[in-house]
């Protein structure tokens, strides 16, 4: 029996076999009958992007995510960026338009969504963020776009990485970026939005034993900050929960991860992703998946 072509769409990361990105679109295929198939990449290597860009275009693959550690790895390989994906030279949703790769980042207004009902608490605010990756940029370019706040702290690893990083990609005096170590704890105090823009927190990729960006047993959250934890798996991360019982304000990586899937799901499709339905599914997912996992406080 003849049926229709299926159109390839896919994942590229390192060691993301537990992303929830394949339920996300393949549910929206589903309830649309779209004839459409998500899949994982998994990429070992940064020298092996070139060939599977290039295979992408050769076998007609419609279009891929990009995530941990790539997104600014994949830039040099495409044939044109969205103004999005320019203005922080990452790129989290690639588009195959007939051979032609085209880079887009939909983190930027995705990361931006559910912040939107409190732009007045972050409006002329200082804001601080953990990371110094694809989705730290993201965040500072949305914050820009949306919200203006008075500062930008950004706590690193590596402060000479992401120093080069920022000058590379960061260029409004309006808007400062300040770079400091993350273990420079006290200065999120002040911070009226706590980011987390790193994977610490999630199943699988606890680091040295952490599973959480900030000491939990320290008291440095407060009751009028907004924790926003990228981290969607769990929905629950430790740090929302020790978020929680301070009183302060939180936002799960699900509400990010659900709005730049939206988002990068038009781009492929060309039609609106049924949201709702989506998010019913995905939560369901995740409640059956829910692990046994304590906060270390």
Same mark, same amino acid.
């Given at each position: 029996?003849?049926?229709?072509?299926?159109?390839?769409?896919?994942?590229?990361?390192?060691?993301?076999?537990?992303?929830?990105?394949?339920?996300?679109?393949?549910?929206?295929?589903?309830?649309?009958?779209?004839?459409?198939?998500?899949?994982?990449?998994?990429?070992?290597?940064?020298?092996?992007?070139?060939?599977?860009?290039?295979?992408? %275009?050769?076998?007609?693959?419609?279009?891929?995510?990009?995530?941990?550690?790539? %997104?600014?790895?994949?830039?040099?390989?495409?044939?044109?960026?969205?103004?999005?994906?320019?203005?922080? %030279?990452?790129?989290?949703?690639? &588009?195959?338009?007939?051979?032609?790769?085209?880079?887009?980042?939909?983190?930027?207004?995705?990361?931006?969504?559910?912040?939107?009902?409190?732009?007045?608490?972050?409006?002329?605010?200082? &804001?601080?963020?953990?990371?110094?990756?694809?989705?730290?940029?993201?965040?500072?370019?949305?914050?820009?776009?949306?919200?203006?706040?008075?500062?930008?702290?950004?706590?690193?690893?590596?402060?000479?990485?992401?120093?080069?990083?920022?000058?590379?990609?960061?260029?409004?005096?309006?808007?400062?970026?300040?770079?400091?170590?993350?273990?420079?704890?006290?200065?999120?105090?002040?911070?009226?939005?706590?980011?987390?823009?790193?994977?610490?927190?999630?199943?699988?990729?606890?680091?040295?034993?952490?599973?959480?960006?900030?000491?939990?047993?320290?008291?440095?959250?407060?009751?009028?900050?907004?924790?926003?934890?990228?981290?969607?798996?769990?929905?629950?991360?430790?740090?929302?929960?020790?978020?929680?019982?301070?009183?302060? %304000?939180?936002?799960?990586?699900?509400?990010?991860?659900?709005?730049?899937?939206?988002?990068?799901?038009?781009?492929?499709?060309?039609?609106?992703?049924?949201?709702?339905?989506?998010?019913?599914?995905?939560?369901?997912?995740?409640?059956?998946?829910?692990?046994?996992?304590?906060?270390?406080?």
């Amino acid at each position: 029996m003849i049926t229709e072509r299926v159109r390839i769409l896919g994942l590229i990361g390192r060691e993301v076999d537990y992303s929830y990105s394949p339920l996300i679109h393949n549910t929206a295929f589903g309830i649309l009958g779209t004839p459409y198939y998500y899949t994982v990449f998994n990429i070992e290597d940064q020298s092996l992007i070139p060939d599977a860009l290039r295979g992408a %275009k050769a076998l007609g693959i419609r279009g891929f995510n990009v995530t941990i550690p790539y %997104k600014k790895e994949v830039v040099p390989f495409l044939d044109e960026l969205s103004q999005e994906a320019k203005s922080i %030279k990452a790129v989290n949703t690639i &588009v195959n338009e007939h051979g032609k790769l085209i880079g887009h980042n939909t983190d930027i207004a995705g990361f931006a969504s559910p912040l939107l009902p409190y732009k007045e608490r972050i409006t002329g605010k200082h &804001v601080c963020i953990f990371g110094g990756g694809g989705a730290a940029l993201a965040a500072i370019e949305a914050f820009k776009r949306f919200f203006m706040p008075k500062e930008i702290v950004l706590f690193v690893r590596d402060l000479e990485k992401a120093r080069n990083i920022v000058d590379e990609t960061w260029h409004d005096p309006a808007l400062p970026v300040t770079i400091v170590r993350s273990d420079d704890m006290e200065k999120i105090r002040g911070c009226s939005v706590i980011v987390n823009a790193t994977p610490i927190g999630t199943i699988g990729r606890e680091q040295g034993g952490m599973t959480s960006i900030i000491p939990l047993d320290q008291e440095l959250i407060s009751s009028d900050q907004i924790v926003y934890d990228m981290v969607y798996n769990p929905v629950d991360t430790p740090l929302l929960q020790t978020a929680e019982r301070t009183g302060a %304000k939180t936002i799960s990586g699900v509400e990010m991860l659900i709005g730049q899937a939206e988002r990068s799901f038009t781009l492929w499709t060309g039609m609106e992703m049924p949201v709702t339905a989506v998010r019913t599914a995905l939560l369901h997912e995740m409640h059956n998946n829910k692990p046994d996992y304590q906060p270390h406080t």
